[in-house]
């Protein structure tokens, strides 16, 4: 199977900063079908990024997803405080699907 | 506006079954994919598997012995069995929409398994 690594494991930064993760598969991803989520404490997942690079329904276009092959990373433009939370990436490319085990993004 | 609602014990006995219903709303069962995933405490998301509203399945091979997904399109329900449950079963449960990527989730349910 498949094991994504997140990185970093928690990322600190201030309202207005860029934010940037990673997320590093063992083998590649077929046609780039990687996905990413965001989830605050209690809440359900969100989906926010869908094909490596696909904003999903309702997202804002602070949200962007890059990269192919094995190295994907998400990148929060302008830090909102409602964007502080657990980032997760998934692969749909090949079974069984499978998770990273998340970045927290926290306040400094 | 699309809603899934996850129900079942909260608690579940060493070697029983855990069986958990996702109810969904504002949407068919029977025009997407359905799928449950957990998460463990401390741990990371675990896809366990998914039906289309045919009953046709797919599974995580680590669980796939003791796991059954089931659909019930006349209630517009889908289901989740676990078999011989252990304590490393214990997580929070998510039911979602889709099959590959998971657009709508349910909001989650603990279940712990002890005795």
């Known amino acids: 199977e498949i094991v994504l690594t997140q990185s970093p494991g928690t990322l600190s930064l201030s309202p207005g900063e860029r934010a940037t993760l990673s997320c590093r598969a063992s083998q590649t991803v077929s046609s780039s079908y990687l996905v990413w989520y965001q989830q605050k404490p209690g809440q359900a997942p969100r989906l926010l990024i869908y094909g490596a690079s696909s904003r999903a329904t309702g997202i804002p276009d602070r949200f962007s997803g890059s990269g192919s092959g094995t190295d994907f990373t998400l990148t929060i433009d302008r830090l909102e405080p409602e964007d502080f939370a657990v980032y997760y990436c998934q692969q749909y490319g090949s079974l069984p699907y499978t998770f990273g085990q998340g970045t927290n993004l926290e306040i400094k | 506006q699309v809603q899934l609602q996850e129900s079942g014990p909260g608690l579940v006995k060493p070697s029983e079954t855990l069986s958990l219903t996702c109810t969904v709303s504002g949407d068919s069962i029977s025009t997407s994919y359905w799928s449950w995933i957990r998460r463990p405490p401390g741990k990371g998301l675990e896809w366990i598997g998914y039906?289309?509203?045919?009953?046709?399945?797919n599974y995580n091979p680590s669980l796939k012995s003791r796991v059954t997904i089931s659909v019930d399109t006349s209630k517009n329900q889908f289901s989740l069995n676990l078999r011989s449950v252990t304590a490393a079963d214990t997580a929070v449960y998510y039911c979602?929409?889709?099959?590959?990527?998971?657009?709508?989730w349910g909001k989650g349910i603990t279940v712990t398994v002890s005795s």
């Open positions: 979602a929409r889709g099959g590959a990527y998971l657009d709508v």
């Open positions: 039906i289309y509203y045919t009953g046709s399945t």
